[in-house]
């Protein structure tokens, strides 16, 4: 089956430094990838989604890439703010059956320090 | 954006009672999801619809039953609530179209005693 699988458990850094998430993933199909944000007592948003014609997508200055050759969708930024401090899912959509859900990693909590 | 609603956004149960935890989306998505979040294990899938009036089980779907009796509304229902049913509960909804992205309600936080 399909599996996720993220950078564990608590990630802390100063504010304006760079953060960095992997994400790995197991599918026998091309899926699709995701990155969601919840802060706290929120609920899941979408952050990024891949696309198919490899271009990177940003958002909130976020960044993503697709490596289908090593499986990842690594979460990246240049510089951090205290506002990212949240819970971030890497999650996939399965290649065979998009519509059948999507697949989460246990998640990364961020914590952005002044 | 997606919007999806869930009532009761909290509820606190006894061990063998019935529960019912409610979804409404207003975007004419064709397609609902029922995730749990626990601390260590991240969402997962309990039941999903492509369609009113049928339901999909998920990944963990033991114990718990799902109804779709119209496009707009999903509704998760845990017959005999038991203490590992605490949990904090989302519904999603998604176009069905692109990447299937999802869009989550605000959650239901359950507590069985």
């Known amino acids: 089956g399909d599996s996720v699988t993220q950078t564990e458990g608590l990630v802390t850094l100063t504010e304006g430094l760079p953060v960095m998430l992997n994400c790995t993933y197991q599918s026998t199909y091309s899926p699709f990838l995701f990155w969601y944000v919840q802060h706290l007592n929120e609920a899941p948003k979408l952050l990024l989604k891949?696309?198919?014609?490899?271009k990177r997508p940003e958002h909130q200055g976020f960044h993503a890439t697709l490596h289908k050759s090593s499986s990842s969708f690594h979460l990246q930024k240049s510089s951090a703010q205290l506002s990212d401090s949240a819970l971030y899912y890497c999650a996939l959509s399965d290649g065979s059956n998009y519509a059948q859900g999507l697949t989460f990693g246990l998640g990364t909590r961020v914590s952005v320090f002044p | 954006e997606a919007a999806v609603t869930q009532s009761p956004r909290s509820k606190v149960a006894v061990t063998g009672g019935k529960v019912t935890l409610s979804c409404h989306q207003t975007?004419?998505?064709?397609?609902m999801y029922w995730y749990r979040q626990d601390t260590g294990h991240g969402l997962r899938l309990i039941h999903y619809?492509?369609?009113?009036?049928?339901?999909e089980k998920g990944d963990i779907p033991d114990g718990y039953k799902a109804s779709r009796p119209s496009q707009e509304n999903f509704s998760l229902i845990l017959e005999l609530a038991s203490l590992s049913q605490t949990a904090v509960y989302f519904c999603a909804s998604s176009s069905g179209t692109g990447a299937y992205e999802q869009y989550f309600g605000p959650g239901t936080r359950l507590t069985v005693l």
């Open positions: 619809s492509y369609v009113a009036d049928s339901t």
């Open positions: 891949s696309f198919t014609d490899n």
């Open positions: 975007n004419n998505h064709d397609y």
